[in-house]
Every structure is written in C-alpha cells, then in structure tokens.
C-alpha cells in the first residue's frame, strides 16, 4: 500500500479531527447531569428510607427514658442535648453505611455513560478496521476505575440555639414537665431533619468529587487510545511492520495494554 494510500485509510480509522472535543463535550455534559442530579437523588432517598422511620424509633426510645431523668430543667436539657446527639450521631452512622451504595447512583450511572462512549468509539475503530483489511479484534473495554467517595464524617451540633439554663429557675417543673416532654418530642423531628440535610451534603459533596474525577479520567483515557492508534498507524510505524495483518494486530495489543495499565494505575 502506498503512503498516499495509507493516509487516506489512516483518516477514515480515526475518523474527523473533533473526535477528542466532541468526546470532551459528551463527558462534560454527562458529569453535569450527574452532578446536578445528585442532591436531589441523595434527599429522595434518604428521607424515603429514614426520615420518618427514624423519628419514630428516636421518639419511642424519649418517651421510655424520659422518666427517669433529672428534675430541673437545667439538668433535663443538657441530659436531652447529651441523648440526642449520641442518638443521632450513631443511628445516622449506621444509615450513611447502609445506604453507602445506594446513593452512588448517579456516580455509577455517570461511569456507565462514559463506559459506553469508550466502548463505541473501539468498536467504531474495529469495524472499520475488520471491513478495510478483514481483521477481526476483540474490543471489550476494561471498565473506568472510579475514585471511591469518601464516606461522611458524622457529627451532630447544638441541640437548642438559646441559652435555656438562664431561666431553669424560674421553670417550675412539678407544673411543665409534661410540656417539656412533648417539646422535647416535637424537637426530635426538626433535628432528624436538619441532620439528614448536613448528611446529604456531605455525601454530595463526595460523590461531586468522584464524578469530576470520572470524567477527567474517561476523556485521559479517550485521548490516550486516539493518540496510540494515531501513531501505530502512522506512516513510518507501517513501513516498519512485517504486514498489514501483523501491525494491526499490534495496534489493537497497545490498546489493551493502555487500558490495562489505566485500569491499575
């Protein structure tokens, strides 16, 4: 074949010269749905699987350990500070660990998508090769490994913004500890609430992370692979080869060795 030959068939192999932005542009536009769509994934999920479950387990362990707490108010509030925060800090624990796949949809979904761009641009490479010299490659491409999220670091703040213990003398128990029962009960709910929001942004923030670091890693990988196949078949690698059938079969060898070491790296 000659090189004004082989110059024509390397160009309909690697196809128009936007390959590289217009992959550029279909990651970015998949990490932006995917970012995009995270907050509002991880807030459905969350208040689905815990927000009213978990009000209702915190509420029933108050009403059976309300009881046998200090009489003064002073001392009740920060016994009720002191039990919620544990309470909460260890059952929202358990949820973010339990839940730790679930909310990694839209990370999963977004690699998936990018996955699949890789993939039809190797099949798209050995179609064309198969129907120029009739050489059949393998094109399974290795999966994109993904920058695990870190899982939230849980911690829970003040109960009650006021200074209550100012004015714990002038509470007179014996008549409102029942009306300090139920605030503490109806207060329950808000702090579930306002906890679960600060999870879900701290799990959002992680997964953000993680999907930018997908898609730099799908358009490295995209670049990589073009620019590999751009210089196997260039004209002097050709010339160099003992055949047609035997450079190609090379090529595709580089390919899988690019994604393999990707794949460990």
């Known amino acids: 074949m000659r090189k004004e030959e082989w110059e024509q068939v390397r160009e309909e192999i690697l196809g128009s010269a ?20 995270t907050r509002p994934f991880i807030e459905s999920r969350l208040h689905q699987v815990a927000f009213r479950p978990l009000c209702k387990t915190l509420e029933a362990r108050l009403e059976e350990e309300f009881a046998g707490w200090p009489s003064s108010f002073a001392s009740l ?3 009720y500070e002191q039990w919620l925060r544990i309470q909460l800090r260890e059952e929202l624990s358990a ?8 909310v990694l ?15 039809k641009f190797r099949d798209q490479l050995a179609e064309k090769i198969s129907r120029l010299f009739g050489v059949k490659l393998r094109t399974t491409e ?14 829970v703040g003040r109960i009650f913004d006021h200074n209550w213990e100012l004015v714990s003398a002038l509470i007179p128990m014996s008549l409102m500890r029942s009306l300090v029962r139920r605030r503490f009960v109806e207060k329950v709910e808000s702090e579930v609430f306002k906890n679960l929001s600060r999870l879900t942004s701290q799990w959002e923030q992680s997964i953000i992370a993680s999907i930018r670091s997908a898609e730099k890693a ?4 995209f670049e990589e692979l073009l620019e590999t196949v751009r210089h196997l078949l260039s004209t002097e690698s050709v010339e160099g080869s003992v055949s047609i059938h035997n450079h190609l079969e090379q090529l595709w060898a580089e390919i899988e060795n690019l994604s ?4 460990q790296a």
């Open 105 to 119: 949809e839209p990370l999963e979904d977004m690699r998936r998508q990018c996955q699949g761009i890789l993939q």
């Open 18 to 37: 936007r390959a590289v932005p217009d992959a550029q542009l279909q990651f970015h536009l998949l990490a932006k749905h995917a970012t995009a769509r």
């Open 218 to 221: 799908s358009l490295r990988r």
């Open 260 to 263: 393999t070491k990707q794949q």
């Open 95 to 102: 949820i973010s660990a339990a839940e730790h796949a679930a």
């Open 142 to 155: 290795t999966e994109i490994e993904v920058v695990p999220p870190r899982a939230p670091d849980i911690s």
């Open 77 to 79: 509030l920060s016994r």
